[in-house]
């Protein structure tokens, strides 16, 4: 019988982060450059704040007071936050249940002194149920 995995198993290590003082064209840019649709959001002394996703980005563009204002607002003013983080120990099946319950296609994964190590999308689930 093997192991079950973890989410430390399927995680992306070492994730992009930006800082929540950063424009939302330099979140925008990541996130199109690096290929990815969320990013964690961290404060001036590195701790974690919340998480910056593609689609909110497209509730600010959709938000006609946001959109007017788009040029001078920070990743501070739209991220989602908290931040939803999960233990690189916990199993699959935990990541799987906390996304679906709350709705997320990520999960900011940390270590026991919580600090950002990784990030689990649905798309690590998907990969890690097919072998």
Excluded at 10 to 18: A, F, G, L
Excluded at 66 to 92: C, D, F
Aim: a negative charge; one cysteine or more.
């Amino acid at each position: 019988m093997t192991e079950p995995r973890t989410v430390g198993d399927v995680m992306t290590p070492n994730p992009v982060s930006v800082p929540e003082a950063a424009s939302l064209a330099e979140a925008a840019g990541l996130l199109d450059s690096r290929h990815i649709s969320g990013l964690p959001v961290i404060d001036a002394s590195g701790c974690l704040v919340g998480v910056l996703s593609q689609i909110d980005l497209v509730r600010a563009q959709a938000n006609p007071q946001l959109h007017a204002n788009w040029r001078g607002l920070a990743v501070g003013e739209i991220m989602t936050k908290p931040a939803l983080t999960i233990l690189s120990t916990a199993g699959l099946d935990e990541a799987a249940r906390l996304m679906g319950e709350r709705r997320v296609h990520r999960l900011v994964v940390t270590d026991k002194a919580a600090t950002p190590i990784g990030i689990i999308s649905a798309s690590d689930l998907v990969r890690s149920w097919l072998g």
